[in-house]
């Protein structure tokens, strides 16, 4: 859908600090499927992704599904913390086949053409309970979910490396239909 936006990239590249900008700047926002997932597996005592990938990434895409199900019913403009095509990228990074139910899926729920990519940034990258990659893995992930979005005619918008206020004006910006800011 054209007022439905994704902001993505590798993790702790500031994509869910920005998100929780924009949804106090009134934006609506659909929270992160992977951190969800993990969340509620924590509290359960599990390890956060557990050891299968392929089950991890179906837990994420009924998540998706339903956050996009959701969304169809909201007004105005609509911001993915991460969208499905980031589901192909990590399968491939973790080297596994993509199922074709989940390159459907993606093809069937479109976003907005034009997607956000918080592109990797060392200097704020951090570890964290459920954010447990190396750098240079986190710079992996970004590049496999990039080219996921591309092989499905997405066009990456990078967003800069600034402030979150900076951030959210960009991207608001974008969204408004204007060329991107530098």
């Not at 992704?49 to 105005?76: C, S, V």
């Not at 990258?125 to 750098?135: C, E, G, H, K, L």
């Not at 590049?143 to 996921?148: G, K, Q, R």
Request: glycine letters at 8%; proline letters at 7%; a neutral charge.
């Amino acid at each position: 859908m054209n007022r439905f936006f994704v902001l993505t990239g590798g993790p702790g590249s500031g994509k869910t600090t920005l998100a929780n900008a924009l949804e106090r700047n009134g934006l609506h926002v659909m929270p992160e499927a992977g951190r969800t997932v993990m969340t509620a597996r924590q509290a359960t005592g599990l390890p956060p992704r557990g050891d299968d990938p392929a089950h991890f990434a179906d837990l994420m895409l009924a998540l998706d599904l339903e956050n996009f199900e959701t969304a169809r019913h909201l007004a105005g403009p609509v911001l993915f913390d991460r969208g499905m095509p980031d589901l192909i990228g990590y399968l491939r990074l973790m080297g596994y086949a993509v199922p074709t139910r989940l390159f459907e899926a993606a093809k069937r729920h479109r976003y907005n053409r034009r997607i956000f990519l918080a592109p990797h940034w060392p200097q704020i990258y951090a570890t964290d309970s459920q954010r447990d990659q190396s750098p240079a893995e986190a710079l992996e992930t970004c590049l496999c979910i990039a080219a996921a979005y591309r092989e499905l005619g997405y066009e990456t918008v990078e967003l800069p490396l600034c402030d979150v206020v900076t951030r959210a004006a960009f991207v608001q910006h974008v969204i408004a239909g204007a060329a991107p800011i530098r």
